[in-house]
């Protein structure tokens, strides 16, 4: 059930994205979540699409890994897209109906949405997909380490953050066994209305709950006995080196940015 | 080497004690096994030993350090353990992550980590999975990495916390047989306590210690202490299975030997019994 989501999930790999410096990845992915709205005509985001195909393509995991991690968001996107299309009221009316009517300028900007959705969470779960969870957090804990000034805990939010992640996958699995087991017992899921929906979610929720907690206690042991002491600073066994291909990256999205930067003023 | 003198412990809002008045010493380089029902203290003991717990009232002492919250870091580098669930255990995003979260904790040098975590995952027959994850692996793949992460730290006393309960019986077979050759190349360097349900670890050890209502019961080699049979029966614990042969033997009116057998001295007995007749 949970096993198709892939937020979250790394698959190991040794392409060109896969060995990429972390660091590099996630201020990157940041940057073209921002980028993505510069680009307001079709060559921004035939540029953009392409930018992001050609990443794709650089991970190796091929196309098809990306389009299921989109499927659990396709609801969300096309209602966006409905909505825009339905309530944008400017432009040539194609179709009215009532209050309805769906214009040049609803479908345009439903199109532009979708396509925006589709290549934030594409190029999103680039990072995810091609960096392990650790290697994500470590990358957070340098970038954060100014914050460190103005008292902020950085070692220990980026210790949460690889741990966090670490559990994703098993308490995913947890989740699964217990919705069976409800299922065993009599538990109906996907019938009756929201509310009764919901209700049928409470002995899924609680019995994770209390797992999560006795988890974190056996884990919090674990930890001290091996000699953690959340006050002292710890040595790292992962290092993060910049590489050649990691000024490359660099200078791609550079050139990239400039381009998207061109096509907003020029058009 | 491992001192334990009249030690109590009561958990908060409890009337009765969970350990009460026990008192034993454990040699250097022994392997001890702990065993006892559930509920009968073992893990409190085991928490106590790691500083995990401290109590007032008794006291242990390891290689003349006595456990208490000054000195609990120094204990943290003398002891490793490894937990029952393999999963709650797993604190790093990979093998070899987890193995080197010890290191860490004891600000060792790059280098040296790399060459420590190599060792401790070959040590456990884990090297090529050095970059898996957790999700990846079997129960008892998990348990190893968790053997090898207590063993990177160098500790003196390794303590199994039923390490072995929730695997399966290949999987257990296979973490007892790696903590048999571990504790042969190592010797009298490691001292072993195993805590546990599992009858077979039991006699694999040099001693056994009975707890039951935290009481230490019985303490002897395991020839000693299996021989008791029908008093480790009345107390809700499992007998080895030659144990549990003769005492069905017993039943039917074969007289069976005195003296504790293992499975091997049964099968040698059993030859010498019908050959005679």
Redo the contacts between chains.
């Keep these: 059930m949970f096993s198709k989501i892939l937020i979250g999930r790394?698959l190991?790999g040794n392409s060109l994205i896969h060995r990429l410096d972390p660091r590099v990845k996630l201020v990157l992915s940041i940057a073209f979540i921002f980028m993505i709205f510069l680009a307001t005509n079709w060559p921004g985001y035939l540029l953009a699409t392409a930018m992001t195909l050609l990443v794709v393509n650089l991970t190796r995991l091929g196309l098809g890994v990306f389009i299921r991690g989109v499927r659990p968001l396709i609801f969300l996107m096309l209602f966006t897209t409905l909505l825009q299309v339905l309530f944008v009221t400017t432009g040539h009316v194609w179709w009215a109906w009532g209050w309805l009517k769906i214009t040049t300028d609803g479908l345009v900007n439903g199109g532009a949405i979708f396509i925006r959705f589709m290549l934030i969470i594409m190029f999103s779960t680039v990072l995810t997909l091609t960096t392990?969870?650790?290697d994500i957090?470590d990358a957070l804990e340098t970038l954060l380490r100014p914050l460190q000034k103005v008292k902020v805990p950085v070692a220990e939010l980026a210790l949460m953050v690889?741990?966090a992640?670490?559990f994703v996958?098993?308490l995913l699995?947890e989740a699964e066994m217990i919705i069976n087991a409800q299922r065993a017992r009599g538990v109906l899921f996907n019938e009756g209305n929201l509310i009764k929906r919901a209700k049928a979610f409470i002995p899924v929720l609680i019995p994770l709950f209390i797992n999560a907690i006795?988890?974190a206690i056996?884990?919090g042991?674990?930890?001290?006995?091996?000699?953690?002491?959340g006050d002292?600073?710890?040595?790292?066994?992962?290092?993060q080196t910049w590489q050649r291909i990691d000024t490359w990256a660099v200078l791609v999205f550079i050139i990239f940015a400039i381009l998207l930067f061109n096509f907003y003023f020029v058009f | 080497m491992i001192d334990i003198q009249n030690l109590t412990y009561t958990y908060p809002n409890r009337a009765e004690p969970a350990l009460n008045q026990l008192t034993f010493k454990i040699e250097k380089g022994e392997w001890v096994a702990v065993i006892g029902h559930n509920g009968s203290g073992k893990s409190t003991l085991a928490k106590l030993l790691t500083g995990l717990l401290t109590t007032e009232t008794g006291q242990i002492k390891i290689n003349d350090l006595i456990i208490n919250e000054e000195n609990i870091f120094e204990i943290r580098n003398l002891v490793g353990m490894v937990f029952q669930n393999p999963d709650n255990q797993f604190v790093g995003a990979t093998v070899e992550d987890d193995v080197a979260f010890g290191l860490e904790n004891r600000q060792i040098e790059r280098p040296e980590m790399k060459t420590r975590v190599k060792e401790a995952l070959g040590r456990v027959g884990m090297l090529e999975f050095a970059k898996r994850e957790p999700a990846h692996l079997s129960g008892g793949q998990k348990q190893r990495v968790a053997l090898a992460s207590a063993l990177v730290i160098e500790p003196q006393v390794l303590i199994l916390d039923e390490a072995t309960a929730m695997l399966d019986p290949k999987g257990r077979r296979e973490m007892i047989d790696l903590v048999r050759a571990l504790k042969i190349e190592l010797g009298a360097e490691l001292t072993v306590i195993s805590i546990t349900h599992d009858i077979d670890e039991a006699a694999h050890a040099d001693r056994v210690i009975v707890i039951n209502d935290g009481q230490l019961i019985e303490k002897g080699q395991p020839a000693q202490v299996f021989n008791n049979a029908a008093k480790l029966i009345e107390l809700g614990l499992n007998v080895p299975f030659a144990e549990q042969l003769k005492a069905k033997l017993a039943q039917r009116g074969v007289k069976v030997p005195q003296t504790y057998e293992t499975t091997d001295g049964m099968v040698n007995w059993l030859w010498q019994s019908i050959s005679k007749q």
Excluded: C, F, N, Q
């Excluded at chain 1, 042991?221 to 002491?229: I, K, L, N, Q, S």
């Excluded at chain 1, 002292?232 to 290092?239: A, I, T």
């Design positions: 790394y190991p392990p969870p650790l957090a690889s741990i992640l670490r996958p098993t699995d006795k988890r056996e884990l042991d674990a930890m001290e006995v091996r000699g953690y002491r002292v600073e710890r040595s790292k066994y992962r290092l």
